[in-house]
């Protein structure tokens, strides 16, 4: 075992860029950032990295085939190690969410549930495990309009749509890249259960309704909005459209599309952020 492990095994930069979206999301609400919102960002991280690390002790087999060199294949952490070093985080994270309002600590106990819920039974249960993900990502922005009040939560459902649905693309996508050590692993996804080629067509419906929802925002932010996120929504549907003809797993990871998807998604926080800023 090593430091390096423990450390990589979080994947920090996730649980980070996770963290700095619950910030985002105030300013969103507010259209300002006050000193306590660094506490978002430790709760949203610590909750992040736990989940990240408990996904990886329950999914230890299946990444011996589709992630070798991670943590725990790669004998870096032990599975007990891990397993302990999720608890710690998850407990940390919660511990310090008795310092937010209500709301924002029932959203912590809810999705520290479903992290843990969805590692050890909803990955392996196709189109549900997707959602939880995509709950999860688009959860980042409830929690930190529920630091800003009740009322914020309004401003927020947009953008909650919007994350949902392109979480949604990148993870079938994921799926049909990872069906040899899903089905190695006892895994029942998606593609799995349909073929790749249907579940790449899915995806592509999924990533039309968030280009739909994207739009919404236009209505307070204006024709600013609309031109970045266009730009946006090009990017996350040209990377869908790249597997359409693909039937195997090897060709869709070919297209890297979910990596496409994911910095389109991370092109997309900034254009809210900048929007909420100046617009």
């Known amino acids: 075992m090593s430091v390096t492990g423990f450390f990589t095994i979080t994947r920090p930069a996730n649980a980070m860029v996770s963290g700095v979206t619950a910030i985002i999301a105030y300013l969103i609400a507010t259209g300002t950032i006050i000193p ?9 991280f610590l909750i992040t990295a736990a989940g990240n690390v408990i996904n990886d002790y329950f999914d230890a087999d299946i990444d011996r085939i589709n992630r070798p060199e991670r943590p725990i294949p790669s004998g870096t952490v032990s599975p007990i ?12 994270g919660i511990l310090a969410a008795f310092f937010t309002p209500p709301l924002c600590m029932a959203i912590v106990l809810i999705n520290s549930f479903i992290l843990f819920l969805y590692a050890a039974k909803l990955k392996s249960m196709p189109v549900i495990g997707n959602a939880a993900v995509a709950y999860l990502a688009a959860s980042i922005f409830l929690f930190g309009g529920a630091f800003a009040g009740g009322n914020a939560l309004v401003l927020m459902l947009p953008l909650v749509a919007i994350t949902f649905l392109a979480t949604m ?13 899903d089905a190695a692993g006892g895994a029942d996804t998606l593609p799995i259960r349909i073929g790749i080629q249907p579940t790449s067509r899915i995806a592509l419906g999924f990533a039309l309704a968030a280009v739909v929802a994207s739009v919404v ?21 040209i990377a869908v459209i790249r597997t359409q003809s693909c039937k195997t797993p090897a060709c869709v990871r070919a297209t890297r599309s979910t990596t496409l998807i994911k910095a389109g998604m991370f092109a997309a926080l900034v254009v809210f952020a900048l929007s909420a800023v100046f617009l």
């Open 36 to 44: 306590s919102t660094v506490l978002l960002l430790v709760i949203v």
């Open 81 to 92: 190690a891990a397993r302990g070093f999720a608890v710690t985080l998850f407990l940390s």
């Open 169 to 181: 693309v990148r993870e079938i996508l994921k799926d049909a890249e990872d069906v040899e050590g």
């Open 217 to 237: 925002p236009y209505l307070w932010w204006g024709m600013l909005y609309l031109v970045g996120i266009v730009i946006v929504d090009i990017i996350i549907i």
